[in-house]
């Protein structure tokens, strides 16, 4: 653990002094992890072998493309070599080169197998440059051991919130990300029997559904408590805007403008669209 401490003040200082005209690669995940941690970022892994053609040819080709090393200073890069096998203990890789993208807490958000052209990966770079320090605010405060419902909850919705604006490489692993903590908020509150914490949960999980489908879940809920109440009609709102039915929107939005939301402003986009 020492080791890494010094490692990690040592890669802080050197890119504090580089410039962003190219990218700067590590060659520890455990060291990528902790700086990115650090930094708020993203990390890019790249699985490759020194034997590894494509690798070579993304190596000249892509990596050291001006629009991908515009991106230097986004994300944190670690290169990891897998010349003499490709066996690893964060990474299932069966065939190189292999990109990743994870957080400092190695979940995985998307990976790509083989040569990936500088359009392709710009996309990707591109997609997944979003600022993650709410994230990661709570990710640092919850423990392996936790049950904070509230924390759960807390991280659904700033995940949520993030993948409202991305488009696909991005918008499906964090709307996964987001799925997977309102579950573990609803199997903790199932287990405290408080039902009116979960019959919340249920409201703000099915903004990830589709507007069909989050219609006729809310079309089930009826609650009696009267953030819930708030809730459900915010999320009814952007529904009914989502399925272009702009008078029952208004009406929704009337009852609800000047109301201050929880998590953040799920009506961001639809305030100019409303009166």
């Not at 998307?110 to 709570?138: A, K, P």
């Not at 089930?220 to 953030?227: H, V």
């Not at 708030?230 to 709102?237: D, H, S, T, W």
Request: net charge neutral.
């Amino acid at each position: 653990m020492k080791l890494i401490k010094v490692s990690l003040s040592f890669f802080l200082l050197f890119f504090a002094l580089q410039a962003s005209s190219q990218i700067h690669w590590l060659d520890s995940y455990e060291v990528a992890k902790e700086v990115a941690k650090e930094q708020n970022k993203l990390i890019v892994v790249d699985c490759w072998a020194t034997w590894c053609g494509p690798c070579v040819k993304m190596d000249d080709e892509v990596w050291s493309n001006e629009k991908i090393t515009h991106y230097a200073d986004s994300f944190i890069f670690v290169k990891i070599d897998l010349s003499s096998g490709f066996s690893n203990p964060n990474f299932m890789v069966k065939a190189i080169p292999k990109i990743f993208v994870t957080d400092a807490w190695n979940t995985q958000m998307n990976d790509y197998t083989g040569y990936q052209s500088t359009s392709r990966m710009n996309s990707v770079l591109e997609s997944f440059c979003f600022d993650v320090s709410q994230i990661y605010d709570v990710k640092k405060e919850i423990k392996d051991e936790d049950n904070d419902i509230e924390s759960f909850v807390t991280l659904a919705m700033r995940y949520q919130e993030a993948f409202l604006d991305l488009n696909r490489d991005a918008r499906i692993p964090l709307k996964n990300q987001s799925n997977l903590f309102f579950r573990k908020a609803e199997k903790e509150l199932k287990k405290n029997e408080d039902g009116i914490f979960l019959e919340r949960v249920n409201i703000l999980s099915c903004m990830n559904k589709n507007p069909k489908k989050r219609l006729k879940i809310l079309n089930g809920i009826k609650p009696e408590d009267k953030n819930n109440l708030l809730l459900k009609n915010v999320v009814l709102v952007k529904t009914y805007l989502a399925l272009e039915d702009k008078k029952s929107a208004q009406e929704y939005y009337d009852k609800v403008k000047s109301e201050e939301l929880p998590y953040y402003d799920f009506l961001k986009e639809e305030r100019s669209l409303l009166n």
